[in-house]
Structures are given as C-alpha cells and as structure tokens.
C-alpha cells in the first residue's frame, strides 16, 4: 500500500510561487499515476494537474499556463510547481496515487493528508 505525505504549503502573496512536494512510499511508485487535487474552504475538492508513469501531464484549465506537474521517480516524489498565484488559488492540496499507470482526473484511491496554501491580495 502506498502512502503519501504532502509539504510544500504556506503564505504567499499574489503573484508568487510555491512547490509542493508529495513524498510516496511503496516500490511501485514509478508504475502510479499521480495527481494533484484541491479543496477551498466551502467548496468540492477538485482536480488540479495529474501525471502518468510515462510523464505524460494534463492539467485543470484554471491553472494551465501557471502550475507544473512533474515526478522524480528516483525519489519516489510528485512536485507541483505553482507560479503566478492568485488569491482564488487558496486551498488545501492533496497529493494522490492510483492504482493504474494511466492518468486521468478521477478515480484516485490514495490520499495524503493535505496541505495548506494560501494566497493573500
């Protein structure tokens, strides 16, 4: 069983830039497609960017242009690189793991617990 453990999160202006990174344990973590979701305060949690075994990358529309989704499967380790941060970008983000190698927005069977970034004006 995979487990993941989020960091990365914190405080930035408008305009910043965060990593997360998402740490897996496991030795099959090079065979999982990985994704990034968020959650703001009041809302669904949704789909932010997502990468398969091969590297393959797709990302929501609200962030394409501005979030990177990459993997260093040496280090069993997701990053999400988030440039231009908006104040709508607030959020917990949660790294997640399916047990297939193909990418898609949905259909993730393991979470992280979570971490916080927040966006202020």
């Known amino acids: 069983q995979v487990q993941l453990v989020e960091s990365g999160g914190g405080l930035v202006q408008a305009g910043g830039s965060l990593r997360l990174s998402c740490a897996a344990s496991g030795r099959t973590f090079s065979t999982l497609a990985m994704g990034w979701f968020r959650q703001a305060p009041g809302k669904e949690r949704n789909f932010v960017a997502g990468?398969?075994?091969?590297?393959?990358?797709i990302y929501a529309d609200s962030v394409k242009g501005r979030f990177t989704i990459s993997r260093d499967n040496a280090k069993n380790t997701v990053y999400l690189q988030m440039n231009s941060l908006k104040p709508e970008d607030t959020a917990v983000y949660y790294c997640a793991a399916r047990t297939f190698a193909v990418v898609t927005t949905t259909n993730y069977a393991v979470w992280g617990q979570g971490t916080l970034v927040t966006v202020s004006s």
């Open positions: 990468i398969g075994w091969t590297g393959e990358t």
